[in-house]
């Protein structure tokens, strides 16, 4: 069986250890707190500030259990170690449509750092993964949910 990992940025895997120490020192303590409180109301089988924060901290250990599973496989992407030209998760890709005039430009990063509006595509992305490998002056065919299209990439940035 392959083994687990999540590619991601430098930056991107800082931000998960920032997220895990304030799960795990702010807001675990905080539910906890709230527990307590809930608990001091009396008849837990009634208690809807009770069931709000067993929820929430059901929600938090999940989430705190994901953002360490990431961490554990992390698979940092040195965009530099990558011949300049290619598209690779950390660096920046622009491209044109072929027929269109307006290039796009997006940020290649791991699934959890994606953020479409501001720039930045996960790798598992079907324009990610159509790019990935792929050199600067390169026509590439990516096929999405929405159809098929071809595009020309422009330049790489690391």
Same mark, same amino acid.
């Given at each position: 069986?392959?083994?687990? @990992? !999540?590619?991601?940025?430098? =930056?991107?895997?800082?931000?998960?250890? /920032?997220?895990?120490?304030?799960?795990? +020192?702010?807001? $675990?303590?905080?539910?906890?707190?709230?527990?307590?409180?809930?608990? @001091? !109301?009396?008849d837990?089988? =009634?208690?809807?500030?009770?069931?709000? /924060?067993?929820?929430?901290?059901?929600? +938090?250990?999940? $989430?705190?259990?994901?953002?360490?599973?990431?961490?554990?496989?992390?698979?940092?992407?040195?965009?530099?170690?990558?011949?300049?030209?290619?598209? /690779?998760?950390?660096?920046?890709?622009?491209y044109?449509?072929?027929?269109?005039?307006?290039?796009?430009?997006?940020?290649?990063?791991?699934?959890d750092?994606?953020?479409?509006?501001?720039?930045?595509?996960?790798?598992?992305?079907?324009?990610?993964?159509?790019?990935?490998?792929?050199?600067?002056?390169?026509?590439?065919?990516?096929?999405?949910?929405?159809?098929?299209?071809?595009?020309?990439?422009n330049?790489?940035?690391?």
């Amino acid at each position: 069986m392959a083994e687990k @990992s !999540f590619p991601m940025t430098a =930056e991107g895997k800082q931000k998960l250890e /920032a997220e895990l120490k304030n799960l795990k +020192l702010v807001k $675990r303590p905080e539910v906890i707190q709230r527990i307590k409180v809930a608990r @001091s !109301f009396g008849d837990l089988s =009634e208690n809807s500030e009770y069931d709000a /924060a067993k929820d929430e901290q059901s929600h +938090l250990e999940d $989430r705190i259990a994901q953002v360490e599973e990431m961490l554990k496989y992390a698979q940092v992407v040195d965009a530099d170690s990558v011949d300049p030209d290619e598209v /690779a998760v950390g660096k920046t890709v622009t491209y044109t449509e072929v027929g269109e005039d307006e290039p796009e430009t997006y940020t290649i990063v791991g699934s959890d750092e994606s953020d479409p509006f501001n720039g930045k595509i996960s790798n598992d992305s079907p324009i990610a993964k159509a790019l990935l490998g792929k050199k600067k002056g390169e026509t590439v065919s990516i096929s999405t949910p929405g159809g098929k299209f071809d595009v020309v990439i422009n330049d790489v940035k690391a």
